[in-house]
């Protein structure tokens, strides 16, 4: 199976088990889209700002000896963004609505998070 088919597998899996998502992607650390699933909104930026997020959260933690980054949010008056280690080489990022589980999409993109972390390893 395709690199992409693999991951957006995973985006999928997630989405239908939170259907508050909006968006879901993974990206490079780079801030490359290498799967998505968006409702709306533009792939490449959100995939920019995730790493973007991803490095300053990395740096964030070294400065205060806070061990290796796992995850950082950015919330809204209309929403949120997740933002997820996803091993050595990618984040993971998810988009919410107001009034969203927290809790299950925490426990359903950590578990992505890993999985993508794994597959990626893989290649």
Known sequence: MALADELNAVLGRMRAAVPELSAALVATTDGLPVAHSLNSGDANRLAAMAATALGLGRRIC???????????????????MYIYSAGPKAVLGV???????????????????????RILQQR
Do not use: K, Y
Not at 62 to 80: H, N, P
Not at 95 to 106: D, F, S
């Open 62 to 80: 070294e400065t205060f000896g806070g061990g290796e980054f796992r995850e950082t949010s950015v919330s809204g008056d209309q929403g949120q």
């Open 95 to 117: 988009v919410a609505r107001v009034g969203a589980n927290v809790g299950l999409i925490h426990l359903e993109a950590r578990d992505a998070a890993s999985e993508v972390a």
